[in-house]
């Protein structure tokens, strides 16, 4: 069965600094990995994803992910980080097949203090 | 393009009741999955449905059903409920059932059991 781990319940950050949110995945054959961040009284969000390719990938709002496939992580960066990041983060694996249910994990609350 | 409507927003029902949600994707999507949400179990799959049919289903009683019509909307079911079924229920549209898409989510139903 494929799963998600989020080992962090809790990120504080000072605005302005990098921030790291950590996800670490296990899954059959290829990953299809998300990332999604839900606001208050919100939906999901998507952010970015990896498919295949180059490892460092892009998203919205100024975030990327580094895909590592020997560490089997997805860890979740921005540069500088805003007060309006604060937010909960949910990391995300997809296999194929039987296991191509999208499988959230625990979810991050990221706090940026200003 | 209008986001995943979902109707109601907020429903409060008494155990033994049962409730239907309803979810409009994303003009064009096909692909319609289901998600519940609680404090304890995060985000849980439910089903997923492509073109009227169920394409995948989750580990959910079978109190809990779903389905998908001609226009992709879909509507989910759930029976005789339970205080545990109190949740933020979550509707997601892609636009076809490839693996590599991610999924728009729309802003919930929060049911209330009582």
């Known amino acids: 069965a494929q799963s998600v781990a989020q080992p962090e319940d809790q990120v504080n950050v000072a605005e302005g600094n990098p921030l790291t949110v950590k996800c670490t995945y296990s899954v059959s054959g290829n990953p299809y990995l998300f990332w999604y961040v839900q606001y208050p009284n919100r939906g999901l969000q998507f952010l970015l994803k990896?498919?295949?390719?180059?490892?460092l990938v892009k998203g919205s709002y100024g975030f990327e992910a580094e895909f590592n496939k020997s560490q089997t992580s997805f860890h979740l960066k921005k540069p500088s980080a805003l007060v309006s990041d604060s937010a909960l983060y949910f990391c995300?694996?997809?296999?194929?097949?039987?296991?191509?249910?999208?499988?959230f994990g625990s979810g991050t609350q990221l706090t940026v203090l200003p | 393009k209008a986001g995943v409507t979902q109707t109601p927003r907020y429903l409060i029902k008494t155990r033994g009741q049962q409730v239907t949600l309803s979810c409009s994707p994303i003009s064009g999507h096909r692909s319609v999955s289901w998600y519940q949400q609680t404090p304890g179990q995060g985000l849980q799959f439910l089903f997923e449905?492509?073109?009227?049919?169920?394409?995948n289903k989750g580990n959910f009683p079978g109190r809990f059903s779903g389905r998908q019509f001609s226009n992709s909307r879909s509507e989910m079911n759930v029976s005789t409920l339970e205080l545990g079924d109190s949740a933020l229920y979550l509707c997601?549209?892609?636009?076809?059932?490839?693996?590599?898409?991610?999924?728009?989510f729309g802003p919930g139903t929060r049911l209330t059991v009582l």
């Open positions: 997601a549209s892609s636009p076809g059932q490839g693996d590599r898409n991610e999924q728009f």
């Open positions: 449905y492509f073109s009227e049919t169920q394409r």
């Open positions: 995300a694996v997809r296999g194929s097949g039987s296991a191509r249910q999208l499988t």
């Open positions: 990896y498919i295949t390719g180059d490892n």
